[in-house]
Antibody
Framework: QLQLQESGPGLVKPSETLSLTCTVS??????????WGWIRQPPGKGLEWIGS???????YYNPSLKSRVTISVDTSKNQFSLKLSSVTAADTAVYYC???????????????????WGKGTTVTVSS | EIVLTQSPGTLSLSPGERATLSCRAS???????LAWYQQKPGQAPRLLIY???SRATGIPDRFSGSGSGTDFTLTISRLEPEDFAVYYC??????????FGQGTKLEIK
């Protein structure tokens, strides 16, 4: 059974860089049918997509965060990582990693959704 | 940017009742790009419905999705105690690539 696990510091100082890693177990990150991505949820608020990466290294970022975000993949370790620079208190959130399914049916219909999520890790930005 | 607006913000119902949750898009969304998630306190979101109407693996058949274009609906036919949670719709395809609605909280009346 595929599992995702986020890891990284729970406390980051303002203006510094937030760094998180998602470790994929029970399956390969190098599958052609999936992207891998990060989503965050500020306390008491909704979900915000941060960005996604394919095992080849192709990335897509939320334009609202693009200037501060870098997502990378390490297929040898079955991991992908998030770096968010110049953080402020507004970046305090639970950060989730998730598998993004991109699939096409025999009829040629494309489907996109996020089917497996990590449990999330809380990151607080504070001095 | 496609904005997803969910209504109502909070829905108060009793177990056994039928719940109808709405997700309206600011522009037309392909049905196959629309998904619904359930989130309980302290937990990650859980995929319920993809392609607007296909149930994910292991999801009970009391959950159903419908809709097309700009209007989508999640229906829970007979509420069980474990169904009280926050529900999010999500779309893929417009910049930003993935967007979520603001959520509907389903609470016990």
């Amino acid at each position: 059974q595929l599992q995702l696990q986020e890891s990284g510091p729970g406390l980051v100082k303002p203006s510094e860089t937030l760094s998180l890693t998602c470790t994929v177990s029970g399956g390969s990150i190098s599958s052609s049918s999936y992207y891998w991505g990060w989503i965050r949820q500020p306390p008491g608020k909704g979900l915000e997509w941060i960005g996604s990466i394919y095992y080849s290294g192709s990335t897509y970022y939320n334009p609202s965060l693009k200037s501060r975000v870098t997502i990378s993949v390490d297929t040898s370790k079955n991991q992908f990582s998030l770096k968010l620079s110049s953080v402020t208190a507004a970046d305090t959130a639970v950060y989730y990693c998730a598998r993004h399914v991109t699939t096409v049916t025999n009829q040629g219909d494309y489907y996109y959704y996020m089917d497996v999520w990590g449990k999330g890790t809380t990151v607080t930005v504070s001095s | 940017e496609i904005v997803l607006t969910q209504s109502p913000g909070t829905l108060s119902l009793s177990p056994g009742e039928r719940a109808t949750l709405s997700c309206r898009a600011s522009q037309s969304v392909s049905s196959s790009y629309l998904a619904w998630y359930q989130q309980k306190p302290g937990q990650a979101p859980r995929l319920l419905i993809y392609g607007a109407s296909s149930r994910a693996t292991g999801i009970p058949d009391r959950f159903s999705g419908s809709g097309s274009g700009t209007d989508f609906t999640l229906t829970i036919s007979r509420l069980e105690p474990e169904d009280f949670a926050v529900y999010y719709c999500q779309q893929y395809g417009s910049s930003p690539l993935w967007t979520f609605g603001q959520g509907t909280k389903l609470e016990i009346k």
